[in-house]
């Protein structure tokens, strides 16, 4: 799973409004100038004909489901546009390949740089080598070491994920006396598995009716969201919620459930994959909910990336430029607004 290694930048907005919605002035279709009419000159960031951006896209290897929908969603936007061309790497998850992609697109002078790194602190001199070189870089999700590294940072909230899905839970068993919960982590090694357990605890601590009482990391995948479900399951004989950090190894999960014959409680998975979306429209088994780790940012790097390379600003906010950081907000889904975000479920 893709993650930036702290959490830098601003929060905007609730479930319904994210990078998302301050770009909209990126890939607006109405060709009426707005800001003209009320006094305002900043150049707002739209899909009027201007100056064309070259831009490079350079991601790890596409070997996640939603790594796959970071390079669907970074095509298709950079398509939506005329004035846009994307050179986009074969994609690596070994850092010396990487760079060297990094490299032949810097050496093509490409406009900006769209990078998704590996591994941030490995590729951090390669995005510093890009800025020096004039070629301004939106680091997607995992981040650099150094802000001098890129002009924009785009990513994930780790620990939003945890909170929201904390409160989710919470409210769901909030009159329940004695509530159990336990919890379907990620890989522990990685900070942002550490990230979404302290943002599930921390919102935890608002209900005091509420115990955790057990915790099994698994490590992204189906095969061990299996093996540690059915661990768990087996520990637990009985608990009200389950929190699954990630939808691919959610669907794991789901068969250990389906196949230990338990439906005694409510589970909220993470991510946003589309068999989680098909599950929680379903409403027949125990995933009721999923918080969200949008791969929509891919698409959202390409709308900074076009507004960069034109010298524009981003529609909805005040400032000429665009800014230094956003994070994504990480909205729960479940059956009352899935209908909304199945289009966004990711394979």
Known sequence: MSHPTSRRGLLFGTAAVSAGALLAGCTSNDTKDESSAAGDTRPAADDK?????????????????????????????AKKYANVSLELT????????????IETLINKKVDVLVVL????????????????????????DRIFN????????IGGD???????????????LKGKSGARVIELAGLDNLELTKQRTQGFDDALKNYPNIRKVARQAAEFTVESGQVKMAQLLQAQPKFDALWNHDDDQGVGALRAIEQAGRDDFLMVGG????????AIKQDSGVLKATVLYP???????????RALGQGKGV???AEFEIPSSITLYSAVVDKDNVDQYMPTGFR
């Open 295 to 305: 791969p929509t940012m891919a698409a959202s790097a390409i709308d900074l990336a």
């Open 146 to 153: 150094t802000p001098q590294a890129y002009r924009c940072w």
């Open 271 to 278: 991510a946003g994959a589309l068999s989680a979306f098909q």
């Open 117 to 140: 790194p590996a591994d941030g602190k490995a590729l951090t001199q390669v995005g510093l080598k890009a800025m020096r070189a004039g070629i301004p870089v939106v680091n997607l």
């Open 158 to 172: 780790n620990y939003g994920m945890g909170l929201s899905a904390g409160h989710y839970i919470g409210e769901k």
């Open 49 to 77: 004909p201007g100056k064309h951006v070259t831009i490079g896209f350079a991601g790890p290897q596409a070997d996640h489901g939603w790594l796959n929908a970071i390079n669907d969603n970074a095509e298709k936007r």
């Open 315 to 317: 529609g909805g906010l």
């Open 90 to 101: 074969e994609g690596s998850n070994d850092t010396a390949q990487q760079i060297g992609q």
